[in-house]
């Protein structure tokens, strides 16, 4: 299995409690790929570092690791 970041993201939220939830939510979800013609692949979003407060507002960084089979 090989595994590549696909894409990132940036949440943004002004209360920490706000900001878990939808950390939760990202990190809960395994999203799969089975039509594919060359492989298949399921992946997940990862935190990545942890969070921080700047101007009120919380912030966190999310990356999507997918895991390729071919």
Do not use: H, P
Not at 35 to 43: D, M, Q, V
Request: glycine letters at 4%; charged letters at 30%; proline letters at 0%.
């Amino acid at each position: 299995m090989n595994r590549v970041q696909r894409k990132y993201r940036i949440l943004k939220s002004s209360t920490a409690k706000e900001l878990q939830e939808m950390v939760n939510d990202l990190i809960q979800k395994e999203y799969k790929d089975t039509e594919g013609f060359i492989f298949r692949a399921s992946g997940r979003w990862q935190c990545l570092g942890s969070a921080f407060i700047s101007e009120k507002s919380w912030f966190q960084t999310m990356v999507f690791v997918q895991e390729e089979d071919e």
